[in-house]
C-alpha cells in the first residue's frame, strides 16, 4: 500500500517544499498553532475561561512571574487573572475555527458560483458577474462589520453557536467573490478544450462535465487562493473582535485578547496585548508564507 505523505514528499510539490526553508519554517509554526488549538484542553496550562480557577489576587502579573520557587506565568496574566498563555491557545483555536470555516464557506459558495457562470455563460454569467461587482465595491471589512452588528442586534439573546454563525457568514459574504472570479475564469478556458468538447459529443451532461472534468482542471489556483484567504478571515475576525462585534465575550479569540490588552496597554502592563499580537501576526504572516510557496510551486513557470 503505498504511503501518500511518502509519495507526496518525493514529488516536485515535495521536492520543492523541502528546498524552501521559508515553507518549512511556516509550516512548522502554523502546525505548532494548530496541533496546540486543537489540543488545547491538554497543552495549556489551565483552562482560562473557567470561572473557579481564577483568582483575582494574580491579576496583572508580569512573564516570567515565579511563585514559591517555581515559575507560574510564563507570559504573565490579565486583568482577571488568566494565564495569558493559556488564553492565547483558547484564543488562537476561535480564531482558526472561524477563520477556516468561513474560508470553506466561502470556498464552497465562489467555486460553484464561478464555475456556473465560466461554464453556461449567457446571461447567468453576466449577472452573477455584475454581483461580483457590486460587492467588490464595499470594503470587505466594511461589510463584515455590518452584517455582524445587525445580527448581534436582532439576535441579542442568541446561543453562542448562532452567535459564531453570524459572524462566519459576515465574514463569508465578500470573500467568495475572489473564488468566483478566479474559477470563471480558468472555466473559461478550459470549456473550450478538446476533452470537454469530447465529452459533449459523446452525451455526458452537462452538470457532470462541470463536476468530473472541469472542476479538477480549476482547483490549483483556488487551493492557492484559499491559504491566502485563510490570513486574512484570521485577521478580519481578529479586526470584528476588537471593535466589540465578533465572537461572544465569553469565548474570546485573538482579537478580544488584544483589545482587553489594550485598555492597560499605557499603564505598564504591556503583555496583555502585545502576546495576543504577536500571536496574531505569527498565524497571519506563516500561512502567507506558505500561500506564497505554493503559488511558486504550482507555477510551471518558475521551474
Known amino acids: 500500500m503505498r504511503n501518500p505523505i511518502g509519495h507526496w514528499l518525493n514529488s516536485d510539490i515535495g521536492h520543492s517544499f523541502k528546498a524552501s526553508k521559508t515553507a518549512t519554517s511556516a509550516a512548522v509554526i502554523a502546525f505548532m498553532f494548530i496541533f496546540c488549538a486543537i489540543f488545547a484542553q491538554w497543552v495549556a496550562p489551565t483552562n482560562p475561561f473557567d470561572p473557579a480557577s481564577l483568582d483575582l489576587m494574580d491579576a496583572r502579573l508580569p512573564p516570567a512571574w515565579i511563585e514559591e520557587g517555581s515559575l507560574k506565568y510564563l507570559l504573565g ?7 495569558i498563555l493559556s488564553a492565547l491557545i483558547y484564543g488562537a ?18 467555486v460553484s458560483l464561478g464555475l456556473l457562470a465560466g461554464f453556461r455563460g449567457g446571461w447567468i454569467d453576466t449577472f452573477l458577474m455584475r454581483l461580483c461587482d457590486v460587492m467588490l465595491s464595499f470594503p470587505a471589512i466594511l461589510v463584515a462589520l455590518l452584517i455582524a452588528g445587525v445580527g448581534r442586534a436582532l439576535l441579542p439573546q442568541a446561543d453562542e453557536s448562532l452567535a459564531f454563525g453570524v459572524l462566519i457568514v459576515s465574514i463569508s459574504l465578500t470573500g467568495w467573490v ?41 482547483l490549483g489556483p483556488v487551493m492557492v487562493l484559499a ?18 462585534v465578533g465572537v461572544p465575550p465569553t469565548s474570546p479569540s485573538l482579537g478580544t485578547l488584544i483589545r482587553i490588552g489594550n485598555d492597560f496597554l499605557f499603564s505598564g502592563e ?13 498565524i497571519a504572516l506563516s500561512v502567507n508564507l506558505l500561500g506564497d510557496w505554493l503559488r511558486d510551486a504550482l507555477n510551471p513557470r518558475l521551474h
Open 178 to 218: 475572489q473564488y468566483a472570479r478566479t474559477v470563471r475564469g480558468t472555466t473559461l478556458v478550459e470549456r473550450n478544450k478538446e476533452y470537454v468538447q469530447a465529452a459533449r459529443v459523446t452525451g455526458v451532461a452537462p452538470f457532470r462535465i462541470m463536476v468530473r472534468h472541469v472542476l479538477p482542471n480549476v
Open 270 to 282: 504591556w503583555w496583555i496585548t502585545i502576546f495576543p499580537g504577536i500571536t496574531l501576526v505569527l
Open 93 to 110: 483555536r476561535i480564531s482558526l475555527i472561524v477563520g477556516l470555516a468561513s474560508v470553506a464557506v466561502s470556498l464552497c459558495v465562489g
Open 77 to 83: 496574566t490579565d486583568d482577571q487573572g488568566r494565564d
Open 227 to 244: 491559504t491566502i484567504q485563510v490570513a486574512t478571515a484570521i485577521i478580519t475576525e481578529a479586526t470584528l473582535s476588537f471593535l466589540g
